[in-house]
């Protein structure tokens, strides 16, 4: 097994087909949430065989993604135990799905405790109804989009490029100030981890496939949203950022990612908006979506 490092653009080579083995829909195995989140937690990575495996720093010592890839799982599961073992630390597998649960399950009987992990679910949408906001269920989306029009007649849907992108930087610090100054119990640090992982998803967008859209009205950025593939059916929904006092950006922006996403994707049928991180304000509004899917998460502890 290779030593654990930090992850650097360049492992998209060989980590991407890794995790597309996987074929997961966990917003885990999405290399730019690997790689952008490293830069404000302590996480590595390594590769044994075909597999991709990733060790996250914590206070209670690490612990490790279900290794990604179409490997031998067995050797990969082993390699991980002997690095927990050497840090004086049982076996702890993070973010494990339902199916990566019944694998370890199958090929370790016995060996794991699993406790599920209700805030890291990721929310799954189907493509074609975030985009067209049918029926009844989703009725008050559409008044919130038909308020926001009546607001702002002249607003228009534009991607994310290299001439407007600063604009999104410029949101985005004018967002962290307000929700810093609102919310000060969310943490410095939380907040400002998020604000260095957007940004240089930003500056970053071609080298990690990053593809994104702002809503721009009376001139000004509004709301802007930004993700990538994870899998070729699936499109993770990694940031969506809009002022808090504008009704209905959160709406229309949504909308009209989920239309850009069906427009230069037609293969790609889900759109994971991620999860919740067990708070309840950001609980009931991914659930006031109807998810499609609600990916479960398991912490599986070997004993």
Same mark, same amino acid.
């Given at each position: 097994?290779?030593?654990?490092?930090?992850?650097?653009?360049?492992?998209?080579?060989?980590?991407?087909?890794?995790?597309?083995?996987?074929?997961?829909?966990?917003?885990?195995?999405?290399?730019?949430?690997?790689?952008?989140?490293?830069?404000?937690?302590?996480?590595?990575?390594?590769?044994?065989?075909?597999?991709?495996?990733?060790?996250? /720093?914590?206070?209670?010592?690490?612990?490790?993604?279900?290794?990604?890839?179409?490997?031998?799982?067995?050797?990969?599961?082993?390699?991980?135990?002997?690095?927990?073992?050497?840090?004086? +630390?049982? #076996?702890?597998?993070?973010?494990?799905?339902?199916?990566?649960?019944?694998? #370890?399950?199958?090929?370790?009987?016995? %060996?794991?405790?699993?406790?599920?992990?209700?805030?890291?679910? *990721?929310?799954? $949408?189907?493509?074609?109804?975030?985009? *067209?906001?049918?029926?009844?269920?989703?009725?008050?989306?559409?008044?919130?989009?038909?308020?926001?029009? /009546?607001?702002?007649?002249?607003?228009?849907?534009?991607?994310?490029?290299?001439?407007?992108?600063? /604009?999104?930087?410029?949101?985005?610090?004018?967002?962290?100030?307000?929700?810093?100054?609102?919310?000060?119990?969310?943490?410095? *640090?939380? #907040?400002?981890?998020?604000?260095?992982? #957007?940004?240089?998803?930003? $500056?970053?967008?071609?080298?990690?496939?990053?593809?994104?859209?702002?809503? %721009?009205?009376?001139?000004?950025?509004?709301?802007?949203?930004?993700?990538?593939?994870?899998?070729?059916?699936?499109? *993770?929904?990694?940031?969506?950022?809009?002022?808090?006092?504008?009704?209905?950006?959160?709406?229309?922006? +949504?909308?009209?990612?989920?239309?850009?996403?069906?427009?230069?994707?037609?293969?790609?049928?889900?759109?994971?908006?991620?999860?919740?991180?067990?708070?309840?304000?950001?609980?009931?509004?991914?659930?006031?979506?109807?998810?499609?899917?609600?990916?479960?998460?398991?912490?599986?502890?070997?004993?």
């Amino acid at each position: 097994m290779e030593t654990f490092r930090c992850p650097e653009m360049t492992d998209r080579a060989w980590a991407v087909p890794l995790l597309l083995a996987e074929n997961s829909l966990g917003c885990e195995y999405n290399f730019n949430n690997i790689y952008l989140w490293s830069r404000a937690y302590p996480q590595k990575i390594a590769r044994q065989g075909d597999r991709l495996l990733v060790e996250i /720093e914590g206070s209670l010592g690490a612990s490790y993604l279900f290794p990604a890839g179409s490997g031998p799982l067995a050797p990969a599961i082993e390699a991980l135990r002997e690095e927990a073992q050497a840090q004086g +630390n049982p #076996l702890t597998l993070v973010c494990v799905t339902a199916a990566q649960r019944e694998q #370890l399950e199958q090929a370790f009987p016995g %060996r794991f405790v699993f406790e599920e992990d209700r805030n890291g679910w *990721d929310y799954v $949408y189907d493509v074609n109804r975030l985009a *067209d906001l049918g029926g009844k269920k989703l009725h008050a989306k559409r008044n919130h989009i038909h308020r926001f029009d /009546e607001a702002h007649p002249d607003w228009m849907f534009e991607p994310i490029t290299p001439d407007n992108l600063h /604009e999104c930087v410029e949101l985005e610090r004018a967002w962290y100030a307000q929700r810093e100054e609102d919310e000060p119990e969310q943490g410095e *640090d939380t #907040l400002s981890e998020e604000t260095v992982a #957007l940004i240089e998803s930003l $500056y970053h967008m071609d080298t990690l496939e990053m593809e994104g859209g702002l809503i %721009r009205a009376e001139g000004k950025v509004l709301a802007f949203s930004l993700g990538s593939l994870t899998t070729p059916e699936c499109f *993770d929904v990694h940031f969506e950022k809009a002022p808090g006092n504008v009704q209905g950006a959160y709406a229309v922006i +949504n909308r009209e990612m989920a239309r850009m996403v069906r427009a230069r994707h037609p293969e790609v049928k889900w759109l994971n908006r991620e999860d919740d991180l067990g708070l309840e304000g950001l609980r009931k509004a991914k659930l006031s979506y109807y998810p499609d899917i609600l990916v479960e998460k398991f912490t599986a502890r070997e004993v």
